[in-house]
């Protein structure tokens, strides 16, 4: 019978809505200046199916191998990505620097471009939610990792259609700082649980550690931030 691991769901619903939430948005910028963002949109589903179906087939040889081998690699995929999340979450609060400074915007472009900018969006933030996915399910927890993924896109479907007016106001810095801290934490719980530690509570020891996951990467950014020069603002 398959069981649903909540803090996997959580971690896996989490990181679905953090990366294709920019793929929704940058989609939606792609088309500022044009009457529909089909094109955009049709090229971002493309590069998502993609991805997608080579996760499918590596996600498959992954599952295969025994639990306990596993949660080291767990640990270590998700440090780096954590790693790599941050950087993109500093890139995203100097962005939104920039844009308060009156910084402009680029120029969209034509249909074919939107096409091949959806693509390339909706392949690359894909891929990094894979990262995640796959991580979870060599931990044991695919079954968890696919229901909240698919949680996770159907809210984003949902919210796009909702509000699709609105979708470039959503604000991506602090659902990465969210993110990246969440991905944090369960690398340094999974590494704990390789090496035989009990954590207090349990599972429910992680409500601390994404804490104060929060609290250090939120100081990072804030530090970094205040090392970068400000961007001078427009005339």
């Known amino acids: 019978m398959l069981t649903i691991y909540v803090p996997a769901l959580i971690v896996a619903f989490l990181i679905t809505v953090l990366e294709m939430t920019e793929v929704v948005a940058l989609v939606f910028a792609l088309a500022a200046d044009h009457s529909t963002v089909r094109h955009g949109a049709l090229g971002a589903v493309g590069g998502t199916s993609v991805v997608a179906l080579i996760a499918l087939a590596f996600g498959a040889v992954l599952i295969s191998f025994p639990h306990s081998y596993l949660l080291w690699g767990s640990a270590a995929v998700l440090s780096a990505f954590g790693v790599f999340l941050f950087r993109s979450t500093l890139k995203s609060y100097r962005r939104q620097r920039a844009a308060a400074s009156g910084a402009p915007a680029p120029a969209p472009g034509q249909n074919v471009a939107q096409f091949a900018g959806g693509f390339s969006v909706g392949a690359v933030e894909s891929t990094e939610t894979v990262v995640v996915l796959l991580a979870l399910a060599a931990a044991g927890y695919g079954f968890s990792a696919l229901v909240g993924a698919v949680l996770g896109g159907a809210l984003l479907v949902v919210v796009a259609l909702v509000v699709h007016d ?38 429910l020891f992680l409500i601390p550690l994404v804490t104060l996951g929060v609290l250090l990467v939120r100081g990072g950014v804030e530090l970094f931030l205040r090392r970068s020069p400000r961007p001078a603002p427009s005339a």
Do not use: H, Q
């Open 166 to 203: 609105r979708i470039r106001r959503i604000k991506v810095p602090w659902l990465k700082l969210g993110g990246t801290a969440v991905i944090f934490s369960f690398a340094v719980f999974w590494a704990g649980e390789a090496a035989g530690l009990n954590w207090p509570g349990s599972d």
